[in-house]
């Protein structure tokens, strides 16, 4: 059984590059979640998807950002001009909800995450 | 909206030492409560979770009750190894919504020292 994986591990830009990470979630998770955390402090709400359907974007999530899970399977973020604030690391996670019973219930799986620096 | 708030570290405790890490929260309806582990280099674990009032949740010796009068979520263990070193995170997600996305706390770093 293989958990959420995430690429890449470590990535160092400079200011105004773009990046994208990959997330690939846990086979035939249908809910996929992107969440950001910074030093010291717990990870963040950014945006989820629904099988392919992104169905939810946080405020934290600027026009700079933008995500996509095209077949509904791996997902990419992909940051635009990159500013130092990005800097962060890049949480993805994945869970199976099936119906509205699964609500409470529904336990996300993290991937290892995407460490961003940007000079 | 939503928040976690955690009792602040770091947590210095000696092997076979009891631990509590305070949690309690503010949401609206009947969340379902979250208890993750980070360890050094790794990504969030789930440790434990309760989806309604009294619901104890337990797990590699961790205990969480859900206590709906008084919003809090406690972590605790009745001797902590070496091994629990790591970075404990209080999370909730809201109750009857259709999306899952977790508010976190902002994580509680616990070393247990030999």
């Known amino acids: 059984d293989t958990g959420v994986s995430q690429d890449p591990r470590h990535k160092i830009t400079k200011r105004g590059q773009n990046v994208t990470f990959r997330c690939d979630p846990i086979?035939?998770?249908?809910?996929l979640y992107w969440y950001r955390q910074t030093l010291g402090q717990g990870p963040e709400f950014l945006t989820y998807?629904?099988?392919?359907?992104?169905?939810?974007k946080s405020r934290l999530l600027s026009d700079r950002f933008s995500a996509e899970r095209p077949k509904g399977s791996f997902s990419t973020l992909e940051i635009q001009r990159t500013e130092q604030g990005d800097s962060a690391m890049y949480l993805c996670?994945?869970?199976?909800?099936?119906?509205?019973?699964?609500?409470?219930?529904?336990?996300?799986?993290f991937g290892p995450g995407t460490r961003l620096l940007v000079l | 909206g939503n928040s976690v708030t955690q009792m602040e570290g770091p947590v210095t405790l000696s092997e076979e030492a009891f631990l509590t890490i305070n949690c309690t929260y503010t949401?609206?309806?009947?969340?379902?409560l979250f208890w993750y582990v980070q360890y050094p280099g790794e990504g969030l674990q789930l440790l434990l979770k309760?989806?309604?009032?009294?619901d104890k949740g337990s797990n590699k010796g961790f205990e969480a009750t859900y206590r709906k009068e008084t919003t809090s979520f406690h972590l605790e263990k009745g001797s902590v190894q070496v091994s629990d070193s790591a970075v404990y995170f209080c999370?909730?997600?809201?109750?009857?919504?259709?999306?899952?996305?977790?508010?976190f706390g902002q994580g509680t770093i616990l070393t247990v020292h030999p």
């Open positions: 996670a994945s869970s199976l909800v099936l119906g509205r019973r699964d609500f409470p219930q529904e336990t996300q799986y």
């Open positions: 086979s035939e998770h249908n809910r």
């Open positions: 998807f629904q099988n392919e359907a992104q169905l939810e």
């Open positions: 949401a609206t309806g009947y969340p379902s």
């Open positions: 309760a989806t309604k009032a009294d």
């Open positions: 999370a909730l997600k809201s109750g009857g919504t259709s999306y899952g996305k977790l508010t």
